[in-house]
């Protein structure tokens, strides 16, 4: 315990951080999560960045308050654009979009995997774009998709992705039998929202998450048939599919029959 406390999603991405020498938290807006580790003794230092400058002097202040103004690094700027190859071997990447967390690794991630990485990612929506993203251009980039949990903070679900050299992020995949047996059982649809990795570690969370997702596309599907057009009407079918895809598994974890 270090005095700091965390709400329960930046808890969750702060637990599957590696111990690391140098850590970066991008979008750290008032420097908790580096503070907090930094206190834990997990990473020697920490970079923070981030895009305002303003939301940066609050960073500031806090780390002044806190002694750890030397230890953590402060940075004005654009996702990973303000980091130099070889400086960091843990990139935290939390509270931001899924589609803008896959823009920042894309553009940048190809320029700093001189030295082992791992990567925390903590979406706050569209997780399997990250999830994907992970899958089809991790490998090839030294960050393989490792591990997956899920959190629940305020009644909303979260994603945490653990992805990078398996001997630094202290997580190892789901073998590849293993993954074609999980794929096999979900079918396409299921598949590609939920991924292998939640079930292979039976998350305890899952079955809550899949309830509040399907009512999450219930919903979406009312509103897009209220609104008559034909995209509103494509939206809602998949929607659909997707929630019966869904009602599925949820029956196969009720049952435990999966
Ligand atoms: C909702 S806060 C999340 C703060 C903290 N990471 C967390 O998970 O609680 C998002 C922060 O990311 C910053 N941000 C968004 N896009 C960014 C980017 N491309 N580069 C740096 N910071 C960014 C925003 O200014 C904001 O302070």
Redesign the pocket.
Same mark, same amino acid.
């Given at each position: 315990m270090n005095g700091l406390r965390l709400?329960p999603? @930046?808890a969750a991405?702060a637990e599957v951080v590696p111990q690391c020498r140098v850590l970066v938290? %991008?979008?750290?807006?008032?420097a #908790? @999560?580096p503070a907090f580790l930094l206190f834990e003794g997990r990473c020697q230092r920490a970079i923070g %960045?981030?895009?305002?400058a303003n #939301?940066l002097r609050e960073a500031a202040a806090e780390l002044d308050a806190l002694g750890l103004r030397d230890m953590c690094e402060l940075r004005l700027?654009?996702?990973l654009?303000v980091l130099e190859p070889g400086e960091v071997d843990v990139i935290?990447?939390?509270?931001?979009g899924g589609r803008?967390t896959v823009r920042?690794l894309e553009r940048d991630l190809p320029r700093l995997r001189s030295r082992p990485l791992a990567l925390v990612l903590?979406p706050?929506s569209e997780p399997e774009l990250v999830r994907r993203w992970l899958e089809t251009s991790g490998h090839r980039l030294g960050v393989a998709p490792l591990a997956e949990r899920l959190v629940v903070d305020a009644g909303r679900y979260y994603h945490v992705l653990v992805a990078g050299d398996q001997t630094i992020a202290g997580t190892a995949p789901p073998s590849p039998e293993k993954r074609a047996e999980i794929a096999g059982r979900l079918g396409a649809t299921a598949a590609g929202e939920l991924g292998v990795y939640l079930l292979s570690a039976g998350d305890p969370l899952l079955a809550g998450y899949i309830g509040w997702r399907r009512a999450s596309l219930e919903h979406l599907v009312q509103r897009a048939a209220a609104g008559g057009s034909p995209a509103g009407v494509r939206r809602a079918m998949s929607a659909r599919r997707l929630e019966r895809a869904l009602a599925r598994i949820e029956n196969l974890l009720r049952d435990k029959s999966w």
């Amino acid at each position: 315990m270090n005095g700091l406390r965390l709400p329960p999603r @930046l808890a969750a991405v702060a637990e599957v951080v590696p111990q690391c020498r140098v850590l970066v938290d %991008v979008g750290t807006e008032r420097a #908790v @999560l580096p503070a907090f580790l930094l206190f834990e003794g997990r990473c020697q230092r920490a970079i923070g %960045v981030e895009r305002s400058a303003n #939301v940066l002097r609050e960073a500031a202040a806090e780390l002044d308050a806190l002694g750890l103004r030397d230890m953590c690094e402060l940075r004005l700027g654009d996702g990973l654009s303000v980091l130099e190859p070889g400086e960091v071997d843990v990139i935290v990447i939390a509270g931001i979009g899924g589609r803008l967390t896959v823009r920042l690794l894309e553009r940048d991630l190809p320029r700093l995997r001189s030295r082992p990485l791992a990567l925390v990612l903590q979406p706050m929506s569209e997780p399997e774009l990250v999830r994907r993203w992970l899958e089809t251009s991790g490998h090839r980039l030294g960050v393989a998709p490792l591990a997956e949990r899920l959190v629940v903070d305020a009644g909303r679900y979260y994603h945490v992705l653990v992805a990078g050299d398996q001997t630094i992020a202290g997580t190892a995949p789901p073998s590849p039998e293993k993954r074609a047996e999980i794929a096999g059982r979900l079918g396409a649809t299921a598949a590609g929202e939920l991924g292998v990795y939640l079930l292979s570690a039976g998350d305890p969370l899952l079955a809550g998450y899949i309830g509040w997702r399907r009512a999450s596309l219930e919903h979406l599907v009312q509103r897009a048939a209220a609104g008559g057009s034909p995209a509103g009407v494509r939206r809602a079918m998949s929607a659909r599919r997707l929630e019966r895809a869904l009602a599925r598994i949820e029956n196969l974890l009720r049952d435990k029959s999966w």
